[in-house]
């Protein structure tokens, strides 16, 4: 089940604009937020955008950068694919580095290639490439193809730098004529509606009165609305993920992923060899099952590698990292690229997740919307959910690009 409860639409005699301080006014600028202020900007409206850090440090810069969009399915596949309209525009309007280079995923066994084969089947030629072995090795930047069994080629996924761009997306709404951003500021509460239309937003930093207010603070709205959390079933997810230095000689154009994110991805387990794949790496490796592992790599502009990543839920974050989680993760990547790695950060990555979709939206009050990802594909979904929110409360919003 999918939550999303549509708000109200806005006055259509709002009031003179001088008794506002924005048409909307968007708590959390990581990458949900941000792609609400600026598609709103984009639309004529005025955007206030607050966080309660004093630079971008959650979810959003925790990540791989991978827009999957291909390997969603049904409404998401949809809304992802929006979402990547909006990528590009955002990359050259930003300028925030942005890759079009797809996403890699190797198969290992006849299985693995089985599920690739039957995806490719079910959508348009030229998306979902199939490659032999040869080919994926080339594309990984592998010396050799020893004990890859073929690939595919996954057209439409992108890649962004996840340390950068939320920084150059914020600084492109603050420097908007009619954007601002202000970091440091917390939100304390909401007041619905008045009968002049303005939702009342009480922060750290006092009083914001605007037309509407969308809330993206991610796995953080059971601090604000913990009946609603407790409802959707929101929990954290917790990852571990490492960087790696720029190996010699590596460059790797796309995200490059595996069987387990094969295990994770809608498109893939909708196929009919999705369970007996489940039942491969059960039996080959059921240590990267026990961590809900999602082995995986991209590479960043400067060279340096990320990689990951394991998965556990609970409603709080313990700040330990499991070195034995590291290791296996680690061991995983250098074994796909064939060439070692040097760790020189790792760190823990938290998202929302729930067992009743994979994102909230919902109005708490006349003129304040909730919106969360609660799965982990943030930044897959970011831009097409935020045009779908913002479409259905503002009377005919121009937010194509």
């Known amino acids: 089940m999918h939550e999303y409860d549509l708000p109200q639409t806005l006055p259509e005699t709002p009031t003179p604009v001088t008794s506002f ?6 708590v959390g600028a990581g990458i949900v937020g ?19 850090d004093h630079e971008a440090v959650g979810a959003s810069v925790r990540n791989f950068g991978h827009a999957c969009i291909t390997a969603q399915s049904g409404e998401l596949y949809e809304m992802a694919q929006v979402s990547r309209r909006h990528w590009l525009t955002m990359a050259s309007r930003a300028g925030f580095w942005l890759a079009e280079s797809g996403a890699v995923v190797v198969a290992r066994t006849a299985t693995e290639l089985a599920v690739m084969e039957e995806l490719s089947a079910t959508r348009e030629p030229g998306q979902v490439v199939l490659l032999d072995a ?9 010396p050799d193809a020893d004990g890859i069994h073929g690939g595919a080629w996954l057209r439409d996924d992108l890649r962004v730098d996840p340390r950068t761009t939320v920084a150059k997306l914020a600084a492109w709404v603050a420097e908007h004529e009619r954007g601002s951003v202000r970091w440091n500021t917390a939100a304390l509460g909401f007041e619905a509606k008045n009968d002049g239309g303005a939702v009342t937003i009480r922060t750290s930093r006092g009083i914001l009165r605007a037309r509407q207010s969308v809330v993206c603070v991610g796995h953080d709205i059971d601090y604000l609305w913990p009946e609603l959390a407790a409802e959707h079933q929101i929990e954290r997810c917790s990852l571990q993920m490492a960087l790696a230095a720029a190996p010699a000689g590596l460059d790797l154009a796309p995200a490059v992923l595996t069987a387990t994110s094969m295990l994770r991805y809608p498109a893939f387990t909708d196929m009919p060899s999705a369970a007996r794949l489940r039942d491969e790496v059960l039996a080959s490796s059921p240590e990267l099952l026990d961590i809900v592992a999602n082995v995986m790599c991209t590479q960043r502009p400067d060279g340096t590698v990320i990689v990951g990543d394991s998965h556990a839920y609970s409603l709080a974050v313990a700040p330990f990292l499991e070195e034995d989680v590291s290791r296996v993760l680690i061991q995983e990547q250098v074994d796909l690229l064939a060439r070692e ?21 919902r109005e708490v009050e006349p003129g304040v919307t909730v919106v969360s990802v609660t799965s982990g594909v943030g930044m897959t979904l970011s831009f097409g959910l935020a045009e779908r929110t913002l479409g259905a409360f503002v009377p005919a919003l121009q937010l194509s690009v």
Not at 39 to 49: D, P, Q, T
Not at 134 to 142: K, Y
Request: overall charge positive.
């Open 341 to 361: 790695l040097t760790i020189t950060q790792r760190w823990q990555g938290v998202y929302a997740s729930s067992a009743v979709g994979p994102y909230l939206v």
């Open 21 to 26: 301080d924005a048409d909307l006014v968007v």
């Open 134 to 142: 040869a080919e994926t090795a080339t594309r990984i930047g592998r």
């Open 34 to 52: 941000l792609a609400h202020a600026a598609l709103a900007l984009n639309s004529g409206l005025r955007v206030i955008v607050i966080d309660r």
